[in-house]
């Protein structure tokens, strides 16, 4: 869903059809000074660099008066360019709003929690309606084009009949009374010689009751239009049809967009975000995408807070590095299984992800019970472990082919391993077991954490495994 | 457009109703009257549904009539610019053709009928496409959308125009007979 085609299509729009639209007060003089013309078209731009936006944080980007601003936002409301709403608003609910514009504008100075401290003010804001927008856009230019035509067509107008004898003049309204029974012409009602039709003759409202003259200027003049429009109009028709197959980016409702973007804001680890809602970080992980922005960097961060979070306990190399989200690197596996260099890198990342997890779990199962929490550290400690798994089984295939390739029974029962271990702890030990233990084991978790096979850390291992336990017994649970 | 709306008239009754059924008596005559009459205002009478009340009757000096004012509900048909009907063609001439639509008379000139219609005269006068596939001549049934309308004091005339989108014929009498 890209924004940018249709912020396109809001800028053609307001230079072609309010570019010259002054937006002036019913008792206000009209000076040099009050002459506002091309405000629309600056703040539509703005509003293409917004999604819902509070009118006073507008005008005061503008460094317009409010009132102002607000007379032209109340065009463009009419106009169903932008949706509109108000509410009232204790300083809280301003934040709350400020909290999602932190999240969404990236870093733009938009929020100014501090000034809305008074209670209960009614509060207004706006957001550009790209749907509608594309509607109205289309629709004016039908009728552009359609009134144009009509007229040129001599549509909706009034044949007119003259005498050309007594130069009497009928119109197609006298028709009843022309008719003659003799035959299939109208007669004038004085003379009853043959009437003759008008050509060209415009609509008289239009044209009032001018000469031939006027007549064929207007018709040059009317010609002339639709070129011109055809000509000038054209980026816009352009861009019409390109969006016109383009998802509309689709913010919501005031309401339902500051939930959004509170909960990516929370997910982001956000610290406003975090203020406002005491709702668990946890939830965080499985909470709503952000629709808006560029997800992915929305869940690259995910997996972030949850380093951030149990940094103190994971180790520094998990820290430095750039941690995938698990999901992701399941993903990585499978495309690269055959490259040996790249599965021992990402092995790491996983040793990364997976040990503090699992310690991180632990202590939460002690101290917070927290039921939620559990549930998603369980269901990232089981990816941790497929995938270590997965490791493993290569690892070990591999290393049987390399120091044990005149036992072929053993490696016989390696191959059998991934039926065996799907159902519990007891074949992997056998396994183990079978492998002569001390240098199998320590394989995976050496190659996770270092770049030999020496084993440097006894406490990841532990946890390593105590983890594929635990992965184990969820599973069948 | 139909209006059901209430109306007032006074009504004038010969002395020799007076009598056991001087109500039907002037209901009867308030619908010869009134229905099928045309005014500017309030357009056709169509049908009158209902007598709400019946005033007391005055005696008119001299004569001996009796006058009621009568409040009446009726449904009335009033034509408008820009109204889509639809009607009957009734003449085809090389001016146009005239339509009827109930009690409403319209002429659409030949300006206003799709170019690419042209007149056939003969005994069955006729405006044809080219390729044939669509022709109005009389009795065709037509859908058009009033452009001016001339409202006097007891007549209603409309022109119309076929040269629109979904305009034009909706059926076609030589084709389903
Ligand atoms: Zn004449």
Redesign the pocket.
């Known amino acids: 869903m890209s924004v940018e085609p249709f912020n396109r299509l809001v800028k053609l729009a307001a230079r072609a059809f309010y570019d010259d639209i002054a937006m002036k007060g019913d008792n206000q003089p009209k000076t040099g000074r009050s002459d506002n013309r091309g405000m629309a078209v600056v703040v539509l731009d703005a509003l293409t660099r917004r999604q819902w936006v509070r009118e006073e944080d507008l005008a005061k980007d503008l460094k317009l008066h409010s009132k102002q601003l607000r007379r032209t936002l109340r065009f463009f409301e009419e106009e169903k360019l932008i949706t509109r709403d108000h509410r009232k608003e204790t300083a809280k609910g301003a934040k709350v709003y400020s909290a999602a514009i932190a999240a969404t504008s990236d870093g733009q100075p938009v929020g100014r929690e501090g000034e809305e401290k008074i209670k209960l003010h009614t509060h207004s804001y706006c957001c550009l309606d790209y749907a509608q927008i594309y509607d109205v856009v289309r629709y004016r230019l039908h009728r552009m084009k359609k009134k144009l035509k009509d007229e040129l067509d001599n549509r909706n107008t009034v044949q007119e009949y003259i ?6 003049r009928y119109n197609a309204l006298d028709a009843l009374r022309l008719i003659s029974p003799d035959d299939e012409f109208f007669h ?6 043959e ?1 003759v039709a008008e050509s060209d003759k415009l609509a008289a409202e239009e044209m009032g009751d001018g000469d031939d003259n006027a007549r064929r200027r207007r018709r040059e003049k009317l010609k002339d239009m639709l070129q011109k429009m055809e000509v000038q109009l054209k980026p816009l028709m352009e861009q019409l049809s390109r969006v016109k197959d383009l998802s509309v980016p689709e913010f919501g409702g005031l309401q339902a967009w500051e939930a959004r973007a509170s909960a990516a804001a929370r997910a982001n680890g956000d610290s406003a975000a975090n203020d406002l809602s005491k709702a668990s970080q946890g939830q965080g992980y499985g909470g709503t995408p952000m629709p808006f922005l560029g997800e992915t960097r929305v869940e690259v961060a995910l997996s972030g807070v949850e380093v951030k979070e149990e940094d103190s306990k994971a180790d520094a190399g998990a820290n430095s590095m750039k941690v995938l989200p698990p999901w992701m690197i399941k993903q990585g596996m499978n495309l690269t299984k055959e490259q040996r260099g790249e599965v021992k890198q990402e092995s790491k990342i996983d040793s990364g992800l997976s040990a503090p997890m699992s310690d991180d779990k632990k202590s939460k199962v002690n101290e917070k019970e927290d039921e939620k929490q559990i549930q998603d550290e369980y269901v990232k400690a089981y990816y941790a472990a497929i995938l270590r798994r997965q490791q493993e089984q290569e690892e070990a295939a591999k290393r049987q082919q390399k120091e044990l390739e005149n036992k072929i029974s053993a490696l016989n029962d390696v191959i059998d391993t991934p039926n065996d271990r799907q159902v519990g702890i007891k074949s992997k030990r056998d396994v183990y077991e079978r492998e002569d233990g001390v240098e199998w084991e320590e394989a995976p978790t050496a190659g996770n954490t270092s770049e030999t096979y020496k084993l440097n850390d006894l406490n990841v291992e532990a946890e390593a495994s105590g983890d594929d336990e635990d992965e184990i017994d969820w599973e069948e649970g | 457009m139909f209006f059901h709306i209430v109306l007032e008239r006074n009504m004038q009754l010969h002395p020799r109703h007076f009598g056991p059924n001087l109500r039907d008596k002037l209901v009867a005559k308030l619908m010869k009257d009134v229905e099928g009459t045309c005014s500017g205002r309030h357009g056709f009478v169509v049908a009158i549904t209902g007598v709400d009340s019946i005033g007391k009757g005055l005696i008119r000096d001299g004569t001996g009539f009796v006058t009621f004012p009568v409040k009446y509900q009726c449904v009335v048909f009033r034509p408008f610019k820009g109204e889509i009907l639809e009607a009957v063609v009734t003449m085809v001439n090389k001016m146009g053709f005239f339509a009827e639509a109930g009690p409403v008379q319209i002429f659409v000139s030949n300006h206003l009928i799709p170019d690419d219609m042209e007149f056939q005269s003969g005994d069955m006068p006729n405006y044809t496409t080219s390729d044939g596939s669509v022709k109005i001549q009389k009795d065709s049934e037509v859908r058009l959308k009033i452009i001016g309308t001339r409202v006097d004091a007891t007549e209603i005339f409309c022109i119309g125009t076929i040269k629109d989108d979904f305009l034009g014929v909706i059926n076609d009498p030589g084709a389903s007979a």
Do not use: A, Q, V
């Open positions: 005498c050309p004898d007594c130069g009497r004038c009602e004085k003379c009853n010689s009437l």
